[in-house]
């Protein structure tokens, strides 16, 4: 290997390792971010009464979601139980397990 393929490796070995530490380092940030929501704000949102904004705070909840499940909540006269949440479309059983220590009714 030449000289300036030895330094192209390092330059590239480089540039993927401060990927991967900035990712990591915003992952947990994101996380402490969560935390700070349960034990600042109330310990859940109620997912019955809760603004378009408060439930955009939800991990893995865009503007989009939180709409509709704005709008399951109106249509339906509200959420009966917790996992019914599930039934709003782009909520399946993953993303339910990631909101549900986040969310009351």
């Not at 030895?6 to 530490?21: A, G, H, K, R, V």
């Not at 909540?73 to 220590?101: A, T």
Request: aromatic share 8%; glycine share 6%; proline share 3%.
């Amino acid at each position: 290997m030449s000289r300036k393929e030895s330094i192209i490796l390092i330059f590239l070995i480089l540039i993927f390792s401060l990927i991967n530490i900035s990712n990591y380092l915003e992952s947990r940030s994101n996380s402490r971010y969560y935390q700070l929501i349960i034990k600042e704000e109330a310990k859940q949102i109620s997912i019955n009464s809760a603004s378009l904004e408060e439930i955009e705070l939800l991990p893995g909840i865009g503007p989009a979601l939180a709409r509709r499940i704005i709008e399951y909540r109106e249509r339906n006269g509200g959420f009966k139980e917790i996992s019914e949440i599930k039934k709003v479309k782009g909520i399946g059983e993953k993303l339910f397990e990631k909101i549900r220590p986040y969310i009351k009714l």
